[in-house]
C-alpha cells in the first residue's frame, strides 16, 4: 500500500524485494493510481489519466513552501505568489492559507532553518535569501488542497 503510484520505480524495487521471501500472493494498493506509472497496482482509490502534482495533508507544509519557493526568483508581494501559483502549478489558494504558509516560513527563517523571509501581507516583498531549508510536518490541521472522491476501483 502506498499513497501514489507516479513513476512506479518505488513499487517495481518494493515488489521485486517481497518477492524474494517467497511470498502465497503479493497484491498492490494505492490512493491515487497515475496512468503514466510503469506499475499498475491491483487496486486504486482514484485513477488519474493526466499527470499532476498531488498534495497530501501529511506533506502540506512541506510541498507547498517548496512550491513558493521555486516561484521566488524575485521579491514578490504575498498576491503575486498566489498568482504565481495559479499561474504556474494551477494551485487555488486562498489568502488566509497563503498567509499561513508565508506565517510558517516566516518562522521558520527566523530560526535559521528556511530558504526565505516571507511577509504575510500583500504589500511587503517576499524574498528568497539563499539559506538551505528544511521543511516539517503541519501539525494537528489535516487539511489538502487535492479534492476527489476516493471510489475503490480495480483494474
Known amino acids: 500500500m502506498d499513497d501514489v503510484a507516479d513513476t512506479g ?13 517467497f511470498p502465497a500472493e503479493v497484491r498492490t494498493a494505492v490512493l491515487q493510481y ?6 499498475i ?9 493526466a499527470w499532476k502534482w498531488i498534495i497530501y495533508p501529511w506533506a502540506l507544509y512541506e510541498d507547498m513552501t517548496g512550491f513558493i519557493r521555486r516561484i521566488l526568483i524575485r521579491p514578490m ?7 504565481r501559483l495559479k499561474s504556474g502549478f494551477d494551485i487555488k489558494i486562498t489568502r488566509k492559507n497563503l498567509n499561513e504558509f508565508l506565517n510558517y516560513m516566516r518562522v521558520e527563517e527566523s530560526s535559521g532553518n528556511s530558504k ?7 504589500k511587503e516583498k517576499v524574498m528568497n535569501n539563499g539559506k538551505q531549508g528544511i521543511c516539517s510536518g503541519f501539525g494537528n490541521r489535516p487539511r489538502s488542497f487535492f479534492q476527489g472522491k476516493h471510489e475503490e476501483t480495480s483494474r
Open 116 to 122: 526565505m523571509a516571507a511577509s504575510p501581507t500583500g
Open 9 to 21: 520505480e518505488t513499487y517495481h524495487v518494493i515488489v521485486e524485494h517481497i518477492k524474494e521471501r
Open 41 to 49: 497496482p491491483d487496486y486504486w482509490g482514484e485513477k488519474h489519466d
Open 34 to 39: 497515475k496512468t503514466c506509472s510503469s506499475f
Open 77 to 83: 508581494t504575498a498576491e503575486e505568489v498566489r498568482k
